[in-house]
């Protein structure tokens, strides 16, 4: 027989048996199978009725298995080679499955609610299948007992949306939640308990991306399991090419491209295949064709990219013999006006001997400087603003049609003056970044660190583009320039973008003193822990106290009489630091034990011990916790208990019950019971006082 010992702080100890069976396994029918991620979501993980992942249970290791995911339980309960949790293929052998039985001493989960024939079922099934692992091995599971989030509404909208309240469902919501986005907080809201309400903002809206959502409840809390949000691009539509005719042989050209719909992740398919796009704006885009050497009919479509997306109707391109010059391009274009400049022309069927083809400008004929058969380079004079007419007539006397050249006045070199906001944090959300200056113009945009980003120009003193979250991924100064395009334009001056390494969230460890008995005088409090940033600031049971000294790892404050002039009723003041933005936030709560009166164990306590526990079951050497004179302080101050994983029996200053195990089994009722077994004393309770005296003397420090 495997024995399987499960020592807890209980009345007595109990001594725990699971029987294996060493015959065949009946259970395991033809095709048994299960899968583990959806057997413990539904029947071991925290969030479940059945579960016994959650604190005070295996999620903090009650009798020496811990698990809080699917992962670990697999591990735990299949890999683990000392004990035999679970024997693939053999439920009867396997403890996992014979401690959930109806006739299990002990059956498990402790306490019930127990599971019921078809889940035990799934559990055999899985182990008769040869207890494979789960499919989220990179997975984060929810902490135990932290918030559950059910779902979001809505869970998707459309790329280029402003911003957009997000509703969450849930439970186990608290004031100080907070939505993540991809591990970055959003604005957020508490409704209620089941309800929470928060903004995704239009930048991190402009790109089409799937986000992680979760809920994150104020520091150790928990954490919820992840939902998708998602910002989905539209489907495109194509409703014009122009040309939508070119003539073989001819050189590469642009092709322009009307419809709706266009993102700036569009590509433009030829015969399915991608081309290089340029994307113009949400109705237009440009792509660049290839020569066609035969003639022929190609189809162009557009594709968005998931999530969403998909690809418009296709439209025709014809390639044809063509008689005579034809033109598929012009550089520049836009040309500059009231200033010379060298004009190229592109296309098919250019005449260079014995005579040149000649280019027409407004009608008048330019001899070009050099000539190709798909290529003219000719010098133009300078002209006024305006359009003009360009066309090319070769030697016979055949001529293109003609194509439209917009001559502009220069655009100005663009300056920079501010940026809003000027930093971020490092790991934070997209977001939009609002430029001032001079000189935009339409078609000016926004380079970071180089790149440019989709930029929105209000007028010629402002303009905003969004930043993604990659952008903010690494910290450190980034310049930001705006680009202006020709005619004139050009670079302008750098401003430069932080990106914050934010603050971590401080872990006070230790306090000293750790407790005294309330009415006293004003003191000098010393935390000790890690991350203390410049700036953090301490509250003592809720209130601010003066912080004197900092360091990163020490804080100095002081506490006055008024604070500490009565105990609170759970014997517990929090003492709470808060980092500064950005990042930062508050800590886990360090709690400074406050008393009623005075006790020690020897005047007030250990008359307890003999009048309540020590009637047989902890009054001897064989017990596993002895609380007769002499020996109770070392039995319990500072000890771990076996039954409650890293919780200690007796915690100086901590008189809460999830610091000390003996409060926890003093305070315990049907309705709240114990980490591990049953409340104590077995019998006639403690009385009001008695459990005080306990509260205080554990409050205090526990004085011998």
Same mark, same amino acid.
């Given at each position: 027989m495997l024995a399987l010992a499960l020592g807890v702080l209980a009345g007595c100890t109990e001594q725990r048996d699971a029987r294996v069976v060493e015959s065949g396994s009946p259970l395991c029918v033809q095709g048994a199978s299960a899968s583990l991620d959806a057997l413990y979501a539904s029947h071991f993980a925290a969030s479940a009725s059945t579960g016994c992942a959650s604190s005070g249970c295996h999620g903090t290791g009650a009798g020496g298995l811990t698990f809080t995911n699917a992962q670990q339980f697999w591990a735990a309960t299949v890999n683990d080679g000392a004990r035999q949790w679970v024997v693939p293929g053999a439920p009867e052998q396997s403890l996992l499955y014979t401690k959930l039985l109806p006739d299990a001493a002990n059956?498990?989960? @402790?306490?019930?609610?127990?599971?019921? %024939?078809?889940?035990?079922?799934?559990?055999?099934?899985?182990?008769?299948?040869?207890?494979?692992?789960?499919?989220?091995?990179?997975?984060? @599971?929810?902490?135990?007992?932290?918030?559950?989030?059910?779902?979001?509404?809505?869970?998707?909208?459309?790329?280029?949306?402003?911003?957009?309240? #997000?509703?969450?469902?849930?439970?186990?919501?608290?004031?100080?939640?907070?939505? @993540?986005?991809?591990?970055?907080?959003?604005?957020?809201r508490f409704v209620s308990a089941s309800r929470l309400t928060a903004t995704v903002s239009a930048a991190i809206n402009a790109q089409a991306a799937e986000h992680r959502v979760r809920v994150v409840n104020p520091p150790d809390g928990g954490i919820s399991e992840e939902r998708v949000f998602r910002v989905l691009n539209p489907t495109p539509t194509l409703t014009a090419l122009a040309p939508d005719t070119v003539a073989t042989g001819g050189a590469a050209f642009d092709v322009s491209l009307a419809g709706s719909n266009?993102?700036?992740?569009? #590509?433009?398919?030829?015969?399915?295949?991608?081309?290089?796009?340029?994307?113009?704006?949400?109705?237009?885009?440009?792509?660049?064709?290839?020569?066609?050497?035969?003639?022929?009919?190609?189809?162009?479509?557009?594709?968005?990219?998931?999530?969403?997306?998909?690809?418009?109707?296709?439209?025709?391109?014809?390639?044809?013999?063509?008689?005579?010059?034809?033109?598929?391009?012009?550089?520049?274009?836009?040309?500059?006006?009231?200033?010379?400049?060298?004009?190229?022309?592109t296309g098919s069927g250019y005449d260079c001997t014995p005579t040149r083809a000649s280019v027409l400008f407004d009608g008048s004929a330019l001899t070009p400087a050099t000539c190709a058969a798909t290529r003219l380079e000719?010098?133009?004079?300078?002209?006024?603003?305006? %359009?003009?007419?360009?066309?090319?007539?070769?030697?016979? +006397?055949?001529?293109?049609?003609?194509?439209?050249?917009?001559?502009?006045?220069?655009?100005?070199?663009?300056?920079?003056?501010?940026?809003?906001?000027?930093?971020?944090?490092?790991?934070?959300?997209?977001?939009?970044?609002?430029?001032?200056?001079?000189?935009?113009?339409?078609?000016?945009?926004?380079?970071?660190?180089?790149?440019?980003?989709?930029?929105?120009?209000?007028?010629?003193?402002?303009?905003?583009?969004?930043?993604?979250?990659?952008?903010?991924?690494?910290?450190?100064?980034?310049?930001?320039?705006?680009?202006?395009?020709?005619?004139?334009?050009?670079?302008?001056?750098?401003?430069?973008?932080? #990106?914050?390494r934010p603050n971590p969230v401080p872990r006070p460890t230790s306090l000293s003193p750790c407790g005294l008995v309330a009415g006293g005088a004003g003191f000098t409090l010393t935390l000790d822990g890690q991350d203390f940033a410049s700036g953090a600031s301490v509250t003592f049971n809720g209130t601010a106290v003066s912080v004197s000294t900092r360091s990163a790892t020490r804080l100095t404050v002081t506490v006055p009489a008024s604070l500490v002039?009565?105990?609170?009723?759970?014997?517990?003041?929090?003492?709470?630091?808060?980092?500064?933005?950005?990042?930062? +936030?508050?800590?886990?709560?360090?709690?400074?034990?406050?008393?009623?009166?005075?006790?020690?164990?020897?005047?007030?306590?250990?008359?307890?011990? @003999?009048?309540?526990?020590?009637? +047989?079951?902890?009054?001897?050497?064989?017990?596993?916790?002895?609380?007769?004179?002499?020996?109770?302080?070392?039995?319990? #101050?500072?000890?771990?208990?076996?039954?409650?994983?890293?919780?200690?029996?007796?915690?100086?200053?901590?008189?809460?019950?999830?610091?000390?195990?003996?409060?926890?089994?003093?305070?315990?009722?049907?309705?709240?019971?114990?980490?591990?077994?049953?409340?104590?004393?077995?019998?006639?309770?403690?009385?009001?006082?008695?459990?005080?005296?306990?509260i205080d003397w554990v409050a205090q420090g526990a004085p011998p």
């Open positions: 059956r498990m989960p @402790e306490g019930g609610p127990y599971l019921d %024939d078809a889940a035990l079922a799934q559990v055999a099934a899985w182990i008769c299948a040869g207890a494979p692992a789960p499919s989220d091995a990179g997975v984060p @599971e929810p902490v135990p007992g932290g918030p559950a989030l059910s779902g979001l509404t809505p869970d998707s909208v459309a790329v280029g949306s402003a911003d957009v309240s #997000v509703q969450l469902e849930g439970a186990r919501f608290e004031s100080g939640s907070r939505v @993540e986005l991809g591990g970055a907080p959003l604005p957020t266009f993102t700036a992740s569009s #590509v433009v398919l030829l015969d399915g295949a991608e081309v290089a796009t340029t994307w113009v704006s949400g109705t237009s885009l440009r792509a660049r064709m290839p020569t066609f050497p035969a003639p022929g009919s190609h189809q162009v479509a557009v594709r968005n990219p998931a999530p969403g997306g998909g690809t418009s109707a296709a439209r025709t391109l014809t390639a044809a013999l063509i008689d005579g010059p034809t033109i598929t391009g012009l550089s520049p274009s836009p040309g500059e006006a009231d200033r010379a400049f060298r004009l190229g022309v000719v010098d133009v004079p300078a002209t006024a603003a305006g %359009d003009h007419g360009v066309q090319v007539r070769n030697a016979d +006397g055949k001529l293109s049609a003609t194509v439209t050249l917009s001559l502009l006045a220069p655009n100005p070199v663009p300056a920079l003056a501010s940026l809003t906001p000027s930093e971020a944090s490092q790991g934070g959300t997209a977001l939009t970044l609002n430029v001032t200056g001079s000189g935009f113009v339409s078609g000016t945009s926004l380079r970071f660190n180089g790149v440019a980003r989709p930029t929105s120009v209000q007028g010629a003193s402002a303009l905003s583009a969004n930043l993604t979250s990659a952008d903010l991924a690494v910290a450190g100064d980034f310049p930001v320039t705006v680009v202006s395009p020709a005619p004139g334009g050009g670079t302008s001056n750098a401003l430069a973008f932080a #990106v914050v002039a009565t105990a609170p009723a759970s014997g517990a003041a929090s003492v709470v630091v808060t980092n500064p933005a950005p990042g930062g +936030g508050a800590s886990a709560p360090a709690w400074f034990g406050l008393a009623t009166r005075a006790v020690t164990l020897a005047t007030h306590v250990q008359p307890l011990f @003999e009048k309540n526990c020590n009637s +047989g079951c902890h009054s001897s050497p064989s017990t596993p916790i002895n609380l007769t004179s002499g020996r109770a302080y070392g039995e319990l #101050v500072g000890q771990t208990s076996s039954g409650c994983a890293s919780t200690l029996l007796v915690k100086a200053c901590g008189p809460l019950r999830s610091q000390s195990v003996l409060i926890d089994k003093v305070l315990a009722t049907n309705s709240s019971p114990a980490c591990s077994g049953a409340a104590m004393p077995k019998g006639q309770p403690l009385t009001a006082a008695e459990k005080q005296t306990l």
